[in-house]
């Protein structure tokens, strides 16, 4: 059983660390936006809704991806879950935001539903990749390790 304290020390540091990375990304993005687009001021209550917004998301990252609730998942299931939840909290957002309006056309969906499943696949292919880079690494360690131990026994 894992250190309860110390999930939720990592819990708090990653809503620190994922809310401070998050909205300097974002405001760098509003702000380039509003500099090649000839925008001089952001509204007070936007840059409010973007960090509840931010805050809102990091904290459903670290529910999926913390042990604090979810102790017993492997990294698939957490990720396959996660961008479930994130995807339709990204979808209220934009709607919050205005950046959607209306009910949207099939085509409009299935762009947004693509762009999410793209980012899926390449992350389970990422991770279908590492582990079996680390598999290959255990195995070396294995083999090397029941060698040592038949030269030991003279076998």
């Known amino acids: 059983m894992r250190n309860r304290k110390k999930d939720i020390i990592q819990f708090l540091e990653w809503m620190r660390n994922g809310t401070a990375f ?3 990304w974002l405001l760098i ?4 936006f509003n500099y ?3 925008v001089q001021t952001i ?8 960090v509840l917004w931010v805050t809102g998301g990091v904290f459903i990252f670290n529910l999926f991806f913390t042990h604090i609730i979810i102790t017993k998942w492997g990294f698939a299931k957490r990720l396959s879950c996660f961008m479930a939840a994130i995807s339709v ?3 209220l957002g934009f ?3 205005d950046f959607f309006s209306g009910r949207g056309t099939i085509t409009q969906w299935a762009m947004f539903a693509g762009i999410i499943l793209v980012l899926y696949l390449i992350c389970m292919a990422i991770y279908q990749k590492y582990s079996n880079h ?3 690494i255990y195995t070396q360690a294995l083999q090397q390790y ?4 038949s030269m030991e026994h003279g076998e």
């Open 22 to 24: 998050c909205t300097t």
């Open 29 to 32: 993005l509003v702000l380039a």
């Open 95 to 97: 709607y919050w935001f």
């Open 36 to 38: 090649f687009n000839g």
């Open 89 to 91: 909290y990204e979808c």
């Open 43 to 50: 509204l007070t209550s936007h840059l409010m809704k973007m």
């Open 134 to 136: 680390q598999g290959e």
């Open 146 to 149: 029941q060698q040592k131990r």
